[in-house]
């Protein structure tokens, strides 16, 4: 069993930054390729960002590519999302989700993940 707490949301203003961490706990968690997925009020989940299981390959939806940086350290088990240039567009609950071997564009895109967290709130605003 593969268990994922979120933390790091909060209130920022347009243009602000927030990092967002993900730590992981379970069995073979360097084997999961890991997602950042958010929900806005009213709107379907959609993928953010993904990282492969050896953090080498990623991908991002044009909303927020330039802007949001994935990334993931192994040896502490966590996956973290470096959100910059926050619009309040941006604004939704933020999840992350581990998979099986499985493409980064593909696990993003489809919304796949074996593993879910609680998720943490971001909110942009001024």
């Known amino acids: 069993q593969l268990q994922l707490v979120e933390s790091g949301g909060g209130l920022v203003q347009p243009g602000g930054s927030l990092r967002l961490s993900c730590a992981a706990s379970?069995?073979?968690?360097?084997?999961?390729?890991i997602g950042w997925f958010r929900q806005a009020p009213g709107k379907e989940r959609e993928g953010v960002s993904c990282i492969s299981s050896s953090g080498f390959s990623t991908f991002y939806a044009d909303s927020v590519k330039g802007r949001f940086t994935i990334s993931r350290d192994n040896v502490k088990n966590m996956v973290y999302l470096q959100m910059n240039s926050l619009k309040p567009e941006d604004t939704a609950v933020y999840y992350c989700a581990a998979a099986l071997p499985f493409s980064v564009s593909g696990m993003c895109k489809s919304n796949s993940g074996d593993y879910w967290g609680q998720g943490t709130v971001v909110t942009v605003s001024s």
């Open positions: 379970g069995f073979a968690w360097t084997s999961y390729a």
